[in-house]
């Protein structure tokens, strides 16, 4: 199959007015696991501005690779990708126009569609021995509430650790109010509240837990915080 992608790859380099007058262009990339980082099978598919769609592959489960051509340029596509084993998830992008053939890489990962995948929020939302979120967390948390959004059936627990060991009633109070803040967040976006369970530590993140020595200035430890799938 990859061949035959190459094939109209050179097709278009050697008749650059023909692809010009097309105005064809390909996006290719890989697909990776999220959670263990491993190259996995999609279908990547790409819908014009009326909802039609111009083209899907599904990538590779050794390599990651997927490629789909016909594409216009200077046009707008959204991109969904979709697996029975994956979250479905839906991005756009536009694409330049360059007036002759053209191929751009776009990389994609993908969250498993299972009861008990846990998710680690890479950029905490949260200020250091704060409760409220901070600011710019939104953007953070779009891609939880968008998450939730594509696949109504499933249901969340936001899994919140402290920022620093103390009395266990204190810690369990203040990250129970960390993992409501979040929640209350994802309920102002439409998210029914019934899908998400709010749960707080009184102890710290054994997994994840603050250095043992000191740490770059400026640079802080902040409690973890997780999402993991209850019910898919």
Do not use: W
Request: net charge positive; charged share 25%; aromatic share 8%.
């Amino acid at each position: 199959m990859r061949t035959i992608y190459s094939m109209i790859a050179g097709l278009c380099i050697i008749s650059s007015s023909l692809c010009a007058q097309e105005a064809i262009m390909s996006v290719t990339g890989t697909v990776i696991d999220q959670t263990n980082r491993n190259f996995t099978s999609v279908m990547v598919s790409f819908y014009d501005e009326n909802n039609k769609k111009a083209g899907s592959s599904k990538s590779n489960s050794t390599t990651g690779y997927y490629f789909v051509t016909g594409l216009k340029q200077g046009k707008k596509y959204r991109i969904q990708l979709e697996s029975p084993d994956y979250f479905k998830d839906e991005m756009e992008i536009s694409l330049p126009k360059t007036n002759k053939y053209a191929e751009i890489s776009r990389d994609f990962s993908v969250k498993p569609l299972a009861k008990g995948t846990k998710i680690l929020l890479d950029v905490p939302p949260f200020e250091l021995k704060k409760s409220k979120l901070r600011v710019g967390a939104e953007d953070y948390l779009a891609d939880i509430q968008k998450m939730m959004t594509l696949n109504p059936g499933v249901s969340i627990e936001i899994q919140s650790y402290p920022d620093m060991a103390s009395e266990p009633e204190s810690m369990q109070k203040f990250t129970d109010e960390r993992a409501n803040a979040i929640k209350a967040f994802l309920v102002e976006k439409g998210v029914k509240d019934t899908r998400i369970f709010p749960k707080g530590s009184n102890a710290i993140d054994s997994v994840n837990p603050p250095p043992m020595h000191k740490t770059a200035k400026g640079k802080r430890y902040i409690g973890t915080t997780y999402i993991i799938i209850v019910k898919a």
